[in-house]
């Protein structure tokens, strides 16, 4: 079983940028399809970012041009790089683990981390 923490949320102002990490343990990361999942206040988990053991990635419609996913093997470790960012980009921003990438998101069923919050504000 994988387990995976998150870092590098924070304050920022609108038209800014951050770099989010999750670091994974335990067990083969290599193995694993990744996804970065957000959720706002009062809505629902939703897809931000996703990259298969392969390394295709996937973009939420409203990030797409802006974010860009990616992951290190050796380090056990997949970035999530935003830019450009806006006021709706605020969120709990959470790492997701599973074996295959059809397996990623709230249904899924894979290891989620404990999340870290991002607000963009001025």
């Known amino acids: 079983q994988v387990q995976l923490v998150e870092s590098g949320g924070g304050l920022v102002h609108p038209g800014g940028s951050l770099r989010l990490s999750c670091a994974a343990s335990g067990s083969i990361f290599s193995r694993y399809a990744m996804g970065w999942y957000r959720q706002a206040p009062g809505k629902q988990r939703e897809l931000v970012a996703s990259?298969?053991?392969?390394?295709?990635?996937n973009y939420g419609d409203s990030v797409k041009g802006r974010f860009t996913i990616s992951r290190d093997n050796a380090k056990k470790t997949v970035y999530l790089q935003m830019n450009s960012l806006k006021p709706e980009d605020t969120a709990v921003y959470f790492c997701?683990?599973?074996?295959?990438?059809?397996?990623?998101?709230?249904?899924?069923?894979?290891?989620w981390g404990q999340g870290t919050q991002v607000t963009v504000s001025s």
């Open positions: 990259i298969t053991r392969s390394g295709i990635t």
């Open positions: 997701n683990a599973a074996a295959i990438s059809s397996s990623l998101g709230p249904k899924g069923g894979g290891t």
